[in-house]
C-alpha cells in the first residue's frame, strides 16, 4: 500500500469547514483512498473512501486530485463532537487485509 | 444490530503473565482483525483471522497468537507479557473491505 503524509495537527472553529489534506504521492492506479477518524477512548470510525472521482456522503466530502497524488477530506460544518484523530490511508479496496494507519491528524473543534 | 464487542475493557497483567482478550465480529461479518495501539500512534495491525486461519500477520512476535471460532468470534492472546505490550488492542470485522472497529481492550502490563 502506498505511504501517506499528514500534518500532525489542526485547529477549525466550530461550524466552519474543516478541510484535512493527505498526500499519497506514490498511489497506484487501482489503489483507493480511505479515511477514518478516532474519536477519544473509540476505535477508529469509517468516513468515506474514493477512487479518483470525488465523493460526498452524510459525513464528508472527499476531494482527489486529477494526478490522484494528494486528497482532502472536507467536513462542511465542524462540530465540537468531530474532535478527532483523521487517517488517510491507501490500499487496494478488494485485499480484505491489514490497514496501514500513520499517526494522523489531530483535529481540534473550538467553540 | 450489535457493532463489534470487545472483552474485558480493561485489565492490568504483571510482566511475566499471559492475557486473552476476546472479540464478537459484528453480526454477518466473517473477517477478524487485531490491532495494537500504543499511546500517541496509529494502531498497528497484528493479524487477520478468516475461515479459522490466520490469514495475514503484521510484524509481531510469537508471543502474539490468535484464534477465530467457528461463529466467527476471536481471541488474542499474549504470552510472556511486557511492559511494553500496554496498549489499547482493538477489534475489527469485516466483511469484504468495510471495517466496523469495537471500542478495544486497555492492557495495562505492571
Known amino acids: 500500500d502506498a505511504k501517506t503524509t499528514q500534518p500532525p495537527s489542526m485547529d477549525c472553529a466550530e461550524g466552519r469547514a474543516a478541510n484535512l489534506p493527505c498526500n499519497h504521492s506514490t498511489i497506484s492506479g487501482n489503489e483507493y483512498v480511505y479515511w477514518y477518524r478516532q474519536i477519544h477512548s473509540q476505535g477508529p470510525q469509517y468516513i468515506i473512501h474514493?477512487?479518483?472521482n470525488n465523493e460526498t456522503n452524510e459525513m464528508a466530502s472527499l476531494i482527489i486530485t486529477e494526478d490522484r497524488k494528494s486528497s482532502t477530506l472536507i467536513l462542511p460544518h465542524a462540530t465540537l463532537r468531530d474532535t478527532a484523530v483523521y487517517y488517510c490511508?491507501?490500499?487496494?479496496?478488494?485485499?480484505?487485509?491489514?490497514?496501514?494507519f500513520g499517526k494522523g491528524t489531530s483535529l481540534l473543534v473550538t467553540p | 444490530d450489535a457493532g463489534v464487542t470487545q472483552s474485558p475493557t480493561h485489565l492490568i497483567k504483571t510482566r511475566g503473565q499471559q492475557v486473552t482478550l476476546r472479540c464478537s465480529p459484528k453480526?454477518?461479518?466473517?473477517?477478524v482483525s487485531w490491532y495494537q495501539q500504543a499511546l500517541g500512534q496509529g494502531p498497528q495491525f497484528i493479524f487477520q483471522?478468516?475461515?479459522?486461519?490466520?490469514?495475514q500477520r503484521g510484524n509481531f512476535p510469537d508471543r502474539f497468537s490468535g484464534h477465530q471460532f467457528p461463529n466467527y468470534s476471536s481471541e488474542l492472546n499474549v504470552n510472556a507479557l511486557l511492559l511494553g505490550d500496554s496498549a489499547l488492542y482493538l477489534c475489527?470485522?469485516?466483511?469484504?473491505?468495510?471495517?466496523?472497529f469495537g471500542s478495544g481492550t486497555r492492557l495495562t502490563v505492571v
Open positions: 453480526s454477518g461479518h466473517d473477517t
Open positions: 475489527a470485522s469485516s466483511l469484504a473491505y468495510g471495517y466496523t
Open positions: 490511508i491507501v490500499r487496494l479496496s478488494n485485499s480484505g487485509y491489514a490497514l496501514n
Open positions: 483471522y478468516y475461515e479459522e486461519e490466520e490469514r
Open positions: 474514493g477512487l479518483k
